[in-house]
């Protein structure tokens, strides 16, 4: 009995545990990132933002989720019921497993997978699915030609994203996440790797489908794109699953580019701070700049979208991807 | 490793060639093709060259996976003649049949790397990657005329099927490995070798999977029961495109033949000996009997290369020195008398339109004695007529079938032989008896009179100077047995 | 170990219950979904067996690139299954001959699976051992140095894959007003603005 508990169910119930304590901040993150976005824009505009639902309109996301809660889901008659219910469950899952290989501090991750870079690439490329099912289910032309875009779109950027992601392999000498963190002990990569942390930080707007790329929502052209049908939970879902990939792609930026829970300089008022704190400080701030970006940019068209992809991203950081690896032989600092 | 790529000379400039080419082709303003175009030949020409120089001694690169040896040399000195003449031929007509683009010659010089690599494979994955390299090219440029219906049905015909025939291969290839446990073709003769010493019969499923992996390569050579695919595709490939399919990636299909049955397989003989008999049977036989109600020429070659396969793999069903040599020969003439048939098919044009009724050919000699001269060669030759090399090609492999004892295959060969005469010298009846139809629109150009003169110089002086052709072959057969023994 | 079993034979059951249904559903776009879940799961019995980079590869390049494309394509084109399946029971026969000849050969492989001694000898080493080198590293140190000529050689048959594919559907079609980036920075306001004196009250 002894061994059952020790062997089977406690490491079970630990792991469980283990998800929940990630994904219930991850989820009220995901609630107050809507009301931020809201506030910061609206300052940016010189407007007050929500201000009603509780102090500083504090309650509003709340409000939000629970009007959504209450709606009638409607499944439109035309459509693939089965695949149109699964495509929201879709995205929305795979913006949450992702997190099982962020590292939060020196061992402080649920899965220490030895390729965590590859498995983040992975889920990230599954992203398009959800879309894509959605768009297609819906029966209806919008929806579809939304989703078309949004498919070339993602497929089009995580090919230079991958090569931003193999030249900071190149630097740090694994795929393991943590290992990749330790390697930016005394120098965060974003400085050596600029420009491939600018692509990266470009090509993860497109990935998400924010402003300047949300071709495949652009409501004065395509009504909301891959979900105007959709309503009620399963458009929360979308929702929910499109902030918290976000705030997942942030992570990563933080993590492979900002030294994830380190603090900038080893010296003590820096250091006195854990380092969970220090990664939340630097996935707002990446936020932020999403937020930022969303308030400023208006919106690319889309052969102007695939160029910047396809003629300027790819071959900038393929050449880089060179150059590195040149850099890092010739000068003999290839990581052991 | 710097070794190893002076090994692999002559694909390596060939390959960086065609890179080069296609750098230059997307980044020139204005049409680059024709450039691209003499630039390609040039650098077959060259290539031919360094294979020249390269030396005949055995030698293994990049751990086993790659081989250069006589006979290899030999082959790829054979498919840079087809793919530079080829390329040639293709001068003047991909700008008149409006396919004028500079990705034509690049695909051209990528299957031309395929198939030096196919010659060259000393282990199942290289000849893998090497064929669908091949494979891959010659797909393209069969439908290269993608706004003609027959153009890309040619394309599709010969993608789908040369898919299933790959896959026949691969299959074939993991039962070979799952019962072998390698690939390389030398631990392979070694496996096969120490297996028949220590009097062990090879196991069903390596004899399976031998044959799976010769289906697949009957299937890239367009030998009977394999051939489906062969008359629609040189029917509806542009024509140049079907002079190349009809040259180089033959010659490079029969060699890699020959080295994967001679070499890692030589112990196997008794299993595959039968299977290429009637391979070779049946190609005779369907090459001859099919040939003769064709109307169109393209697919008239079609069945002519069809039995032209048949014979030559006579050669190879001996399993003798002989019948390498015999097999080496027969395609280095078949090479010739094929690329001066398809010069003058090429040069069949009424009122700018290209004409492929072999009617078309009526009255030849008095429109146009010189070409019909040349055709009168060819067709002579390939029916086997003394003292043309086609006759010498056929003897020669008929004699290695005697000395092996398969006298069935002789004998048929001959039979068919005579009834392919039929319809070869139907075609110099046309040209020479018939009153003349509509002559053909000049001028030809001044590299097809050359690529017809050469070839047809070649075809009829074989006799008086076999000792190149010849004494290339003996050495090539020399090497390739050397290497099983 | 129970875990692992358990795990395996719930990847594989997924598998296999997947692969049936993309022969087997009406839809071509369930069936191209239905592919998807197989290969995730041949993904994660890959990842069970300790290769987890040709597990999440096999994610990458299948699930992430290639099959998005071929859902892409299915769900453009209006395929007809029932159409489709019309020929189904007159080639049943043979199709089920060939199917049946394969599965023989296969279980000949498997019953009769016998390496020599000498094969055994000769045939080249394998991966190292997994304790000492991650399955990552290990694949690049064999890749880049041992098959650099197969790793080459597949990367132009690539190439030439993406050659045909433009050559065969690229199109320039003619009286498209194309953007020409350079031109438009380096317009200048001399060619582009013309300011004119409109006197008042007699319009332009």
């Known amino acids: 009995m002894a061994d059952l508990w020790t062997g089977y169910l406690w490491p079970a119930i630990f792991i469980v545990l283990q998800i929940v304590a990630i994904l219930v901040p991850l989820l009220i993150a995901v609630a107050y990132l809507t009301y931020a976005e809201r506030k910061v824009i609206a300052g940016m505009q010189l407007r007050r933002g929500p201000n009603v639902v509780g102090p500083f309109g504090l309650l509003q996301p709340l409000a939000d989720g629970i009007k959504l809660l209450f709606k009638e889901t409607i499944l439109p008659a035309g459509s693939n019921r089965i695949v149109f219910v699964l495509a929201p469950m879709v995205t929305f899952v795979l913006a949450l497993v992702a997190w099982a290989v962020i590292p939060f501090g020196p061992n402080q991750v649920i899965a220490d997978i030895n390729v965590g870079v590859l498995y983040l690439f992975a889920i990230s490329s599954l992203g398009v699915y959800g879309i894509i099912m959605a768009g297609w289910a819906s029966n209806s032309k919008y929806p579809f030609l939304g989703a078309c875009r949004s498919a070339a779109q993602m497929v089009s950027y995580e090919v230079s994203m991958g090569f931003v992601i193999v030249s900071v392999v190149l630097c740090a000498g694994t795929l393991n996440l943590t290992g990749i963190v330790e390697a930016q002990q005394n120098l965060w990569f974003a400085i050596p790797l600029l420009p491939m942390f600018v692509i990266f930080f470009i090509s993860i707007l497109a990935e998400t489908n924010r402003t300047p790329f949300d071709l495949p929502e652009g409501e004065s052209e395509l009504v909301a794109g891959y979900f105007v049908e959709y309503s009620s939970m399963t458009f929360a879902l979308f929702f929910l699953g499109e902030y918290a990939n976000m705030i997942l792609l942030s992570a990563i930026t933080a993590v492979l580019f900002l030294g994830g829970w380190m603090p900038p300089l080893w010296i003590p008022p820096f250091t006195w701070v854990p380092g969970e704190i220090w990664l939340a400080l630097k996935i707002a701030a990446v936020l932020f700049v999403f937020i930022w970006v969303r308030a400023t940019l208006p919106r690319y068209r889309y052969d102007q979208l695939m160029r910047l992809g396809w003629k300027v991203f790819l071959p900038v950081s393929l050449g880089w991807v060179v150059l590195t690896a040149g850099v890092l032989v010739t000068f003999d600092l290839l990581p052991q | ?485 | 170990m129970v875990v692992q079993a358990l795990c395996f034979y719930l990847f594989s059951a997924v598998a296999i219950a997947s692969a049936v249904m993309v022969i087997s559903s009406r839809n071509p776009v369930h069936s191209v979904l239905f592919l998807i879940l197989a290969f995730f799961n041949a993904a994660g019995l890959f990842v069970l067996m300790g290769a987890e980079f040709l597990g999440m590869i096999l994610v990458v390049v299948y699930l992430g690139a290639v099959t998005v494309l071929f859902l892409f394509v299915v769900m453009m084109l209006n395929i007809n299954v029932a159409e489709m399946r019309q020929g189904f029971l007159q080639y049943l026969p043979i199709g089920a001959t060939v199917g049946l000849i394969l599965l023989v050969e296969l279980f000949m492989v498997l019953g009769g699976w016998a390496i020599s001694p000498e094969a055994a000898q000769v045939a080249q080493v394998p991966t190292p051992p997994p304790e000492q080198v991650s399955n990552t590293a290990a694949l690049g140190n064999v890749l880049y140095t041992k098959y650099v000529y197969l790793f080459q050689a597949s990367g132009i048959v690539l190439l030439v894959a993406m050659i045909g594919a433009i050559v065969l559907t690229l199109r320039t079609r003619t009286g498209v007003r194309r953007q020409n980036l350079r031109e438009q920075s380096f317009r200048t306001r001399d060619e582009s603005v013309e300011v004119k004196k409109v006197q008042s009250g007699s319009g332009v």
């Open chain 2, 1 to 485: 490793m710097t070794y190893d790529l002076a090994t692999i000379a002559p694909e390596l400039f060939l390959l960086v060639s065609a890179m080069a080419l296609l750098m230059l082709g997307a980044f020139r303003q204005g049409n680059p093709t024709g450039l691209v175009l003499s630039l390609a030949t040039v650098a077959t020409v060259i290539t031919f060259v360094l294979v020249w120089l390269q030396p005949t001694a055995r030698e293994l690169a990049f751990g086993g996976l790659f081989v250069r040896d006589g006979f290899g040399n030999f082959m790829k000195g054979l498919i840079l003649v087809g793919s530079s003449v080829s390329l040639i031929m293709a001068w003047r007509f991909i700008e008149r049949e409006n396919m004028s683009r500079f990705e034509f010659p690049v695909l051209m010089l990528f299957a031309t790397v395929g198939m030096m690599m196919m010659v060259s494979a000393n282990d199942l994955i290289s000849l893998y990657i090497g064929l669908e390299l091949q494979s891959l090219s010659l797909y393209v440029i069969a439908a290269f005329r993608r706004d003609t219906l027959r153009s890309t049905e040619s394309g599709l015909k010969y993608f789908v099927l040369g898919a299933l025939s790959s896959g026949m291969l691969l299959y074939g290839s993991s039962l070979v490995y799952g019962f072998a446990g390698t690939t390389n073709f030398n631990t392979l003769a070694e496996i096969l070798q120490q297996a028949a010493q220590a009097g062990e019969a090879p196991s069903i499923g390596l004899i399976v999977g031998v044959v799976f992996v010769m289906a697949g390569l009957a299937f890239k050579v367009g030998g009977v029961p394999f051939h489906m695919w062969t008359p629609d595709v040189y029917e509806g490939a542009p024509t140049p495109v079907t002079a190349f399919f009809a040259s180089a990636p033959k010659i490079a299909a029969m060699a890699l033949f020959a080295r994967v049955l001679m070499g890692p397989f030589a112990e196997l003989v008794a299993q595959w000996q039968q299977v290429v008999v009637a391979i070779s049977l049946l190609s005779m036989v369907l090459g001859a009997l099919a040939a003769i109600s064709q109307t169109n020429i393209k697919r008239l070659m079609a069945y002519s290369s069809i039995g032209h396969v048949g014979y030559a793999l006579i050669g190879l069903a001996a399993g003798t020195e002989a019948g390498v040599r015999g097999l080496a020969v027969y395609m280095a003439i078949y090479l010739f008398m094929n690329l001066g048939t398809f010069a003058v098919i090429l040069c069949m044009r009424q009122k700018d339109r290209m004409v492929e009724n072999i009617d078309d050919l009526r009255g030849l000699s008095r429109t146009h004695p010189l070409m019909a001269l040349a055709m009168g060669i060819f067709m002579f030759s390939m029916a086997g007529i003394p003292p043309l090399a086609g006759f010498f090609s056929k003897l020669y492999v008929f004699l290695a079938a005697i000395e092996a004892q398969l006298y069935t295959l002789a004998v048929v060969g001959v039979l068919s032989s005579v009834v392919g005469a039929f319809y070869y010298l139907r075609i110099v009846k046309l040209m020479y008896f018939d009153e003349p139809a509509e002559s053909f629109d000049q001028p030809f150009g001044r590299e097809m009179s050359l690529i017809m003169g050469a070839a047809g110089a070649i075809t009829l002086l074989f006799f008086v100077f076999p000792s190149p052709i010849v004494s290339g072959a003996e050495a090539a057969a020399a090497s390739l047995l050397a290497a099983a023994g």
